[in-house]
């Protein structure tokens, strides 16, 4: 969990992935990588999420491959058994983390409330997410929140863009932050991964210029 960590700090921006077709999977990764982020949050809202990861892995061993917008314990395994190396999910499931946590997979639940953020330290967690970030507080609420609870990182995520992206990185309560923006859904759909590239090597720069 440590390692995976400290890759996603030294990544700094954590790309949030939508695929509704495996085909996009290795060009998008592609642009990723490309871009200076080796690194792809592939939602399992979508069927295509499974077969997207295993794609990606063949195609980029290398990247750093996190399955998110993971709801139940069967898709933990197939996420897993894909290749994905971590564990995320928008809110705070016990059933999933108590889960990952017996089988040492690494996990990284979403929380909005100090109570939800209590029953990720009860179980020894130190990186959550912060989802909905904007929506729900922003930077203020995970101030305010981690103030009570020292020993824990967030990950903001939800809202986050090019724009706000530099504040929020500014605070060292946050390890990194995830965001779909530069691998917009429509984006893809239209193939522009040259584009995804742009803005995957812009988020980096900026990015870099804070840490
Ligand atoms: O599904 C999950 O595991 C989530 O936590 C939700 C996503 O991370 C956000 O939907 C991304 O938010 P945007 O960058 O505002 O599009």
Redesign the pocket.
């Known amino acids: 969990m440590a390692d995976i960590c400290e890759k996603m700090e030294e990544l700094g921006v954590i790309p949030?992935v939508v695929l509704n077709d495996v085909k996009d999977a290795v060009p998008l990764a592609k642009a990723l990588v490309e871009g200076g982020i080796p690194c792809a949050?592939v939602?399992f809202?979508t069927a295509a999420a499974e077969e997207s990861i295993r794609e990606i892995k063949k195609a980029y061993p290398e990247m750093l491959l996190i399955a998110?917008?993971?709801l139940t314990t069967e898709q933990v395994d197939r996420a897993v058994a894909a290749g994905a190396e971590m564990i995320?999910?928008?809110g705070f499931d016990p059933e999933i983390v108590d889960y990952c946590l017996e089988k040492k997979i690494p996990v990284c639940p979403?929380i909005v409330t100090p109570s939800e953020l209590a029953q990720a330290v009860k179980r020894g967690l130190t990186r959550v997410?912060f989802?909905?970030a904007?929506a729900a507080g922003g930077l203020k609420m995970i101030k305010a929140m981690t103030a009570a609870y020292t020993n824990v990182r967030i990950m903001p995520?939800?809202?986050?863009?090019a724009k706000n992206i530099t504040e929020y990185l500014e605070c060292d309560k946050i390890f990194c932050c995830?965001?779909?923006?530069m691998v917009k859904g429509d984006l893809i759909k239209a193939g522009e991964f040259d584009k995804i590239k742009e803005m995957t090597a812009e988020a980096k720069a900026i990015a870099a210029s804070v840490r």
């Open positions: 949030v949050e939602t809202r998110g917008t993971v995320v999910a928008p979403g997410k989802f909905p904007e995520t939800g809202g986050i863009n995830g965001g779909s923006w």
